[in-house]
Every structure is written in C-alpha cells, then in structure tokens.
DNA sequence: TATAATTGTCTATATCAATAGACAAATTTG
DNA sequence: CAAATTTGTCTATTGATATAGACAATTATA
C-alpha cells in the first residue's frame, strides 16, 4: 500500500481557489463518513495542517460551507456537520419523482416554474419523432424535497396531443397525474443521456447553489408501452445533494 | 421569452476564476454546436464583449483550453476548435468498455496500471457479499481510445475464486476475457450509482486532465445471470470528453 | 476557578487574478 | 502592396487570494 500523503491533493494556480477546492474535499469526507454528521469536524488549526494550507483558508471554506447550511460553527466549541447525506434519485424504466425519494425525505414536491409553447428545436423534435419548428409545450419545474431544491427540469410535449398539460401540471403537481388525463397510464423511460458540468446563473438561482457548484445532467426521452414518445426532458441535480441510482430499466 | 442576457452568467468572487469559468463556456458552447467543429471562434475582442471580461482573460481561458488540446490558437488567422465531441459511453445490463465505444473511435484499449491483494473495505465486502477484511484483489485500470484516457476504475474482486486475475488483466487487457478464464462467460449489471466531482490530484495525473475538470463517477456491482456478485468497481470518466448513456438494463 | 482548546477578529505582506492600454507579429483582404 | 484583422507580448494598476502572527471571546475541562 501505498503511504498516504498527508495533503490529500490541492492544486494551485488552477483557476479554482484553495477555499473552494477544501470546502469540496470537506464535502467529500462528509459524504463519504470521514467526518461523521452532527458531530464535530476536526479543529481549524488541524484541517489546515492536514491539507497543508493556512488556517485562514480553512476558514474561508468553512465560511462558504456555513453560509451553504452544511455547518454551524459555534465559538469555543467547534464546526459541526448539519446535513443530510445525499439523495439517491432513481433512474430506471418508470422513473417519477416523488415515488422515487420516497423513504428518504418526509416531504417532497414539483413546482411549476413556468410553461410556454414554442417551436421545436432540432433535437427536441427529433426525440419526440416531430418535425422541426413544430409546436411544444415547455414545461419548467422544480423538484423540492424537505424544502430544498433537488432537481430544475425542463419538459417538453407534443402541443397537439397535449394541449393544456399546462394547466394540468400547475393543479396536479404532477408529471404522472398530467399525463393520466390525456389517457396516458403508464410509461417509461427510452434513453437516458448523463453528463455533468458547472452550475450556471440560472442553475445557481433555481437550485440554491454557491459558484462553483456541479450538476448532474439527465437528457431523457420517456415513451408510451408501446414505444410512442411522448416527453423530452433535460432535468440537473446538484452533485452535493443528489446522487443518481441507476436501476433495471 | 425573455430576452437573452448578453453576458450569460459570470460569477465573481465565487472561488472559480474567471478564466476557468469562460473556459467552460467555451467548451460547452462547442459542446452545444455554438462554435462549429474545426472553424474559428469569434476573435478574442468579440468573447471578451460577449462574456463582459477583458481581452486578457479570455486569453487565460483560450491559453488553458490550447493547453489541454481542445483549440490551437494561430497568430493573425484565428483561434480553432480542435476536439472531437464527446463519447458516449453505454451503461446498461451488460456494459463492456471496448465494445460500447465501437464506431465512435477507431481504437481502444484498457491498460492495467497496478494491482493489490488488500482486505475489503466495509463498501466492497457488502457489495461482493464477502466479509469486510477478507481478501479482495483490486486492479486498477485506465481505458484509453485514439489515445486519449477516457475512464479510470479500480475494481474488486474476490481474492479466493479470482486468484490470479491480475496476471490475466495484465496479459489480455481484458475484463471480460479474464473473467472467461474463471467460468465467467456472461456478467450482467446489478446496480450503478452515479455522482460527480471535481477531479482531485489522481484524477488529473491518470486522466491528463487540468485542474478544475469534472469527473463523473459510477460505483457499479457485477453479477453473474443467477445473481453472484464477481466485481465491485468504482469508475471515473472526464465529463468533457465522455458522456454517459443509460440503456436497457 | 484557572487552564486549555477552539472559533472570531484584526493587521500586514506577498502572490495571483483581472483590467487597461499600447504596440509588435502574422495573416487575410481589398 | 497597403490596409484591416487577429493573435502575441509588454507594462502598469487594482482587487481578490493566501500566508503569517497576535490576541480577543467563548466554551469545555482539570
């Protein structure tokens, strides 16, 4: 085996700042039980040994992860971890939202952000089998579990068949109880396409994000039983909150 | 609609420079078709005005990305996009590294970079069934295709019905084919979880990544069709050159 | 109740990141 | 060939990062 180093990698200059990269690792150690929940973090002074930096760099990022709602710093006493661990968001032939969380959160629910009609672009139109330019509805939603934001998600469905899902969504809550009133029983997932990327403006804002955050980016295309499509949808999830568990499709 | 904000997001003081963030707007825009493969990107006066930056920053953010191999800048002509797009990677029921980059690259190959008897780890022992301490042979591997790494995994194995496996890995280059040596004729997926991070000091060695990149990571159980479970694997995948597609399981 | 441990605040200094402007070097265009 | 376009290099200035040290404020411990 070999000898562990004692700073665990932290690269300078690289256009990401020392704070930032030691509130990820202590992220990291979070999530992976290395500084166990509710219970103290290691003292300022230790950490920064440990990652080889100064204290008040360790302090920075504890900052940041302080104002994130990870830690509470208490003077005299220590930095205890408050948060949960992440989620772990299904993926698999009948992918829903809220049946998939269930267990792991009390309380869970989509918000309509916005909708609009609008031509479809190349590869919107080519996921749901529509020309080009035709119409869709654009659905703009996000995914809330114990009060904080766990998914942003854009749908979109053919505006033919689909006239007023809108409206549908907006009363229901939901994508399943939507699609019911347009006789849509059941359906599942085709494809999925996974990427990840730094969250932007409106990622920050939708899902309550600090700079520099990552999300997990699902482009997706659900179908009837018999093969028919019926939505597109790009949906992101915040790695620190969310992890996807792939199942059988 | 609303109207599109000319800078389309830039965060100051977040602990990501400014240079790395234009830096991942740029390959995402490539990513998008925004800036055609093998064609010029706007001159550097037009980003600069685009992203509402200097001229030298966006020269930072030009410099890393000539760096890493995905643009060659060329005085008085123009700066080019020189990468390929994105592979993407199929996940599903019976995931095989060289087979599932058939057609996207004209080579592939898995190198076998170091192998270890060591005792299972808490994850690994309840991901193989095993003891936690018993025994496990580790492999850790890199696939590369048209010489570029695309992935990086550790994988276990039970160290007393895969003795040897590590001199089989070593002289076939090949999971499965080291597997057939045991009886392993047919393997099939169990589970996958997946997450994202940035990329630590590993993961920019062995992947010839610059700091700051994102890393996807799949934590995947094997299973023989009634069900044993024969390797536990925890992968890492350089979001900017791979993309991960979910299948049927 | 001292003492130690730990977080919070302040000052100071050096380096990196970002802006600004000027001009050189190479290439394309008229 | 001359002019315009575009990348490359240099100097200078400002603000954000990171390090260093000292000490205050709060809490736990002997």
């Known amino acids: 085996m070999v000898g562990r180093l004692a700073a665990d990698s932290i690269e300078r200059r690289s256009g990401v700042s020392l704070w930032r990269q030691i509130a990820e690792k202590i992220l990291q150690a979070i999530a992976v039980g290395d500084f166990a929940e509710s219970a103290a973090l290691p003292p300022e002074m230790a950490l920064a040994e440990r990652y080889g930096v100064n204290r008040h760099t360790v302090r920075s990022a504890i900052s940041a992860l302080v104002q994130e709602g990870v830690l509470r710093a208490e ?3 220590g930095t205890f971890v408050l948060s949960r661990r992440r989620l772990s968001y299904p993926i698999g032939a009948r992918t829903r939202f809220s049946t998939g969380l269930q267990g792991q959160t009390s309380e869970r629910h989509i918000v309509l952000l916005a909708s609009s009609v609008e031509p479809a672009s190349q590869r919107v139109a080519e996921g749901l089998g529509l020309a080009k330019g035709a119409d869709v509805i654009r659905l703009e939603t996000r995914g809330e579990a114990d009060g904080r934001p766990v998914s942003r998600a854009a749908g ?9 899902i809108d409206a549908a ?3 229901t809550g939901s994508i399943t109880a939507s699609l019911a009133r347009f006789g849509i029983d059941d359906y599942l997932r085709q494809s999925t396409v996974l990427s990840a990327r730094h969250a932007d403006a409106a990622d920050l804002a939708d899902l309550d994000l600090q700079p520099g955050a990552i999300v997990l980016v699902t482009v997706a295309i659900n179908v009837t039983p018999d093969g028919q499509p019926i939505q597109f949808s790009e949906s992101r999830f915040p790695a620190e909150r969310v992890e996807l568990k792939l199942s059988a499709l």
């Open 156 to 164: 979109w469905f053919d505006a033919r068949r689909f006239a007023g």
């Open 75 to 77: 003077q005299g006493r």
């Open 169 to 171: 969504m907006a009363e």
